[in-house]
């Protein structure tokens, strides 16, 4: 399983993440994590390295989307897995944000934004987001 959780601070991207991670079994790979130690343009190439030495995983965090952005636009053949199981979307936030948060947010979402329409076109589902007691399962791909 591969799955991408995208959203603003504070929308239950980590608690999505933690659950889904129980249920399938793989590691999640928390992209704010990265930033302490590198710079912000170099963080999603340094989780896609990550990410090519795991069989499954769930990425996540305020830098996942551009993680799925450098993902989409880096070549991959014909033949290759699936890049994506799917991908969730989380708007909503669960609790107060700063204005810094809020303008994270909408940074996030012009992103978001901008892989949809490649999503799309690559098959690959886009999750909603959910309130965080139901945390369900995505639908397997076929």
């Known amino acids: 399983m591969k799955l991408a959780i995208c959203g603003g601070p504070h929308t239950g991207k980590s608690a999505l993440a933690e659950k889904l991670s129980e249920l399938y079994s793989v590691p999640v790979v928390h ?12 963080v999603p190439d ?4 990550k990410l090519a030495t795991l069989d499954g995983w769930i990425v996540e965090g305020t830098q996942a989307a551009r993680v799925v952005r450098r993902m989409l636009n880096t070549p991959h053949p014909p ?3 699936p890049l994506l199981d799917g991908v969730y979307w989380l708007e909503k ?4 944000v700063t204005e810094k948060h809020q303008s994270m947010a909408k940074g996030i979402a012009t992103i978001f934004a901008g892989i949809r329409p490649v999503l799309a076109k690559a098959s690959i589902p886009i999750f909603p ?5 139901m945390f369900p399962p995505p639908p397997r791909r076929p």
């Open 129 to 133: 987001g959910l309130p965080p007691s």
């Open 93 to 96: 936030t669960l609790s107060e």
């Open 79 to 81: 033949s290759a897995a």
């Open 46 to 49: 340094r989780v896609l390295e």
């Open 31 to 42: 992209t704010d994590d990265w930033i302490k130690d590198h710079s912000w343009s170099d």
